[in-house]
């Protein structure tokens, strides 16, 4: 059973824009911290954001943006729908990667993610 299903993916010139999207299981979304990563080949996997549960429960921030994506890539979610979305903007070529999304067991986004979607591949032509 898929628990994790992203979209939005695409080829884009540099300087364009994508969102992409993941929708999660109704029982478990609206409880449970999201996150992106990405994977370039030959690279490790990269953590680029991250957004607590709307419990209530999290101190601090509840969101995360790692450097190489803060101020041009925006995470948001939308329990309603059960989906967490990646707003991509001023995109580099550098961020050509399959992207991935993750949930993990908990409301704060620091920590383990158990559960991962298949991706969704974006490529950024210069």
């Known amino acids: 059973q898929v628990q994790l299903e992203e979209s939005g993916g695409g080829l884009v010139q540099a300087g364009g824009s994508l969102r992409l999207s993941c929708r999660g299981s109704?029982?478990?979304?609206?409880?449970?911290?999201m996150g992106w990563f990405r994977q370039a080949p030959g690279k490790e996997r990269e953590f680029i954001a991250a957004i607590s549960a709307n419990d209530g429960s999290t101190y601090g921030s509840n969101i995360f943006h790692a450097d190489s994506v803060k101020g041009r890539f925006t995470i948001s979610r939308n329990d309603a729908q059960s989906t967490v979305y990646l707003q991509m903007n001023s995109l580099k070529p550098e961020d050509t990667a399959l992207y991935l999304c993750?949930?993990?067991?908990?409301?704060?986004?620091?920590?383990?993610?158990?559960?991962w979607g298949r991706g969704t591949q974006v490529t950024v032509s210069s």
């Open positions: 109704r029982r478990t979304f609206k409880s449970s911290a």
């Open positions: 993750a949930r993990r067991e908990g409301s704060s986004w620091r920590g383990l993610y158990e559960y």
